[in-house]
């Protein structure tokens, strides 16, 4: 069975810190494109970060350039993403995804998705 299990969610003031891990179990991880997403209340699912396969490529959301780092561990089939300097509007249900090929942004061509965590940030 294909899963990823995101955790590290929670409430933050405004210039905090945050590190999401994402779990996965059931897929050839190591050969999947891993990325975050998220997505605010009333408004479209967002990518916000990806790493290539043996973390050789990274791609981020200008809006989290700077901010954010994503990673990964293949040995321990987890990627994860370190959001500092977090800023109200970063506030969002964060999801992981994965798929194979190519760092993509567009959420439709990600076959695996986790539940979600929330991410709270207070001003």
């Known amino acids: 069975q294909v899963q990823l299990v995101e955790s590290g969610g929670g409430s933050v003031q405004a210039g905090g810190s945050l590190r999401l891990s994402c779990a996965a179990s059931?897929?050839?991880?190591?050969?999947?494109?891993m990325s975050w997403f998220r997505q605010a209340p009333g408004k479209e699912r967002e990518f916000v970060a990806g790493i290539s396969q043996r973390a050789g490529s990274t791609e981020y959301a200008d809006s989290v350039k700077g901010r954010f780092t994503i990673s990964r561990d293949n040995a321990k089939n987890t990627v994860y993403l370190q959001m500092d300097s977090l800023k109200f509007e970063d506030t969002a249900v964060y999801y992981c995804?994965?798929?194979?090929?190519?760092?993509?942004?567009?959420?439709?061509?990600?076959?695996?998705w986790g539940q979600g965590t929330q991410v709270t940030v207070s001003s």
């Open positions: 995804a994965g798929k194979p090929g190519s760092i993509q942004k567009s959420p439709t061509v990600h076959a695996v």
């Open positions: 059931g897929l050839p991880f190591s050969m999947y494109v």
